[in-house]
């Protein structure tokens, strides 16, 4: 059932009570996640963990307002969530950046549609791009830019406005193992200087368990919470604490909750499925 | 963080390579066109004078030139008014069109009802419906800007409703996210991602406004250059129409580089 264990040490940013999506289709209804509570904690790192199709983006964009719940309560900073939120930040799975739009102007998108003072933010968004080892490609168009770059001004994008809770849909899963190990190093370096809640999905568990601080691991459709860990890893951390016996430790517990939530799911649903779960 | 994937040349020699490689583009584009008609009007010119072909039939271009010079003033007197007539036609088709073109984009209402009608409307040959504006409008400079409004308008109703829906929507998502609202979403993102597409139907509107007009000049035979035309070839004045139809080249020439240019001018400060 419902491993939840509410963080008891700082208060609850996030929650999340019994949601529920479905969508309508010809075929029938679709039940994509069922009764998922979670409650995130200030400044926590949390991720989501799953297969594909088990709704786990699904929860990112029901949380950024972008899509409406079927039911059950989500709630930020104590308030329901129904459209999108301007203390939020979100990075999606592509870089979606303005071609026309230089680096620079690209994360300062935000601020060109909040009306805030450009001059004020300009040095900010020098600052990330600096920090993010893009300082001298501030003038340079996206086409002028590799994958691994243009998530990186993405990632500037989402931080500009200095948002309290940070979403991240998979922001890492188009680009090469490297770039994406980089990119991680380079994700948690910003985030132990800003250390706002973030909320991030994927289906790497190795990618998972290096970020965050939790890691909740969703099951096969409908997606429910099957697994809730803590990450007990010291801050700040390097690509090193992959290679610990605890690391590994931990990715393989994940790895059997997924693999376990897969046989459940074959089993309600009889042998047939069995075979390709494997 | 590392630098990747970026390439290491000196942006010196970097800058001078480009230089040298831009102003070659440039001569061969402009050159080799130019040259090419150098040498087809050579041809021309030689046929003409060793063949001894009656100039009625054909004539030289040297003759075509002369004529041109002596009859400036007629020219230029007919030249006025096909232009100020297409320019007017050019410019409510894409203001006309672009407008039908955004409400087609924003109400599916709109869309529903009234896109497949204006398909439909674009399937008849817009020269035979002409001699009905000059049954509505009379035979003034009315009825021919209404002609080539009426040619010019649907590519431009077409572009930009191709143009308005050609966005990412990865890109509207991210508006979304921002809260940004439909007036931003329209002037920051719709309208610039159309700008290809809008450009494209100005050009082939701006074509299609001349043809118009021209039309009209046929079939109200009261001035500009079409009547020229029309008038000089009554009369077996081959020269004169020629002419006209180099005049009317240059006119063509002049109108659609306007937009060109405007077009890669606005397009340099959207990054392309």
């Known amino acids: 059932m419902l491993a939840v264990t509410p963080q008891s040490s700082s208060e609850v940013f996030v929650r999340l009570t019994k949601v529920g999506k479905s969508f309508q289709s010809d075929s029938g209804t679709l039940e994509v996640l069922r009764n998922v509570s979670i409650d995130v904690a200030d400044r926590q790192f949390i991720s989501i963990l799953g297969p594909s199709g088990c709704g786990k983006s699904t929860l990112l964009m029901m949380m950024a307002g972008l899509e409406p719940v079927s039911s059950g309560l989500i709630e930020i900073a104590g308030q329901p969530v129904r459209t999108a939120r301007r203390d939020v930040g979100v990075i999606f799975q592509d870089p979606t950046l303005l071609p026309w739009k230089t680096a620079l102007e690209n994360v300062l998108f935000p601020i060109e549609i909040y009306g805030l003072p450009f001059d004020k933010y300009r040095v900010r968004a020098e600052a990330l791009l600096e920090l993010v080892g893009l300082g001298d490609a501030g003038q340079r168009r996206p086409r002028q830019l590799s994958g691994g770059m243009r998530q990186r001004v993405a990632i500037c994008r989402a931080l500009i406005h200095e948002p309290k809770l940070l979403l991240m849909d998979e922001p890492f899963s188009a680009l090469d193992a490297i770039t994406r190990d980089e990119l991680n190093v380079t994700l948690l370096d910003i985030w132990e200087r800003h250390h706002q809640t973030a909320f991030f999905v994927t289906h790497s568990i190795r990618e998972a368990v290096f970020l965050s601080d939790r890691v909740v691991v969703l099951g096969r459709r409908p997606g429910q919470v099957v697994m809730d860990v803590t990450i007990p890893f010291a801050r700040p951390r390097d690509l090193n604490v992959g290679e610990t016996v605890e690391f590994n430790q931990i990715c393989g517990d994940l790895r059997k909750a997924i693999a376990e939530s897969h046989a459940a799911v074959s089993r309600s649903n009889g042998s047939a499925r069995k075979s390709q779960n494997l | ?272």
């Open chain 2, 1 to 272: 963080m590392t630098q990747e994937l970026l390439i290491v040349e000196p942006e010196v020699v970097r800058r001078s390579r480009v230089r040298r490689e831009a102003v070659g583009r440039v001569t061969r584009r402009t050159m080799l066109p130019v040259m090419t008609a150098m040498v087809l009007l050579a041809i021309w010119e030689a046929f003409v004078k060793i063949s001894g072909i009656r100039p009625v039939i054909l004539p030289a271009p040297s003759d075509i030139l002369q004529a041109m010079w002596v009859q400036r003033e007629l020219l230029i007197a007919n030249a006025i008014p096909t232009t100020m007539e297409t320019m007017g036609g050019f410019v409510l088709s894409a203001i006309l069109g672009g407008l039908l073109g955004v409400l087609l984009s924003y109400s599916a209402f709109a869309r529903d009802s009234l896109y497949p009608n204006v398909i439909l409307f674009q399937l008849i040959p817009k020269v035979a419906v002409a001699p009905l504006f000059i049954l509505w409008l009379g035979i003034g400079w009315e009825s021919r800007l209404a002609i080539a409004l009426f040619i010019a308008f649907f590519p431009i109703v077409i572009s930009t409703v191709s143009g308005l829906n050609a966005v990412d929507p990865a890109v509207l998502r991210l508006c979304e996210s921002l809260t940004a609202t439909r007036f931003q979403v329209f002037f920051k993102i719709r309208l610039p991602y159309s700008l290809p597409f809008l450009f494209n139907g100005m050009k082939i509107s701006m074509t299609l406004a001349i043809i118009g007009v021209i039309v009209g000049e046929f079939i109200t035979s009261q001035r500009g250059l079409g009547y020229i035309i029309l008038f000089a070839g009554s009369r077996l004045e081959t020269t004169m129409v020629m002419a006209a139809l180099l005049v009317l080249c240059l006119v063509g020439l002049i109108l659609y580089g306007t937009v060109a240019l405007a077009e890669r001018l606005i397009m340099k400060k959207f990054g392309d």
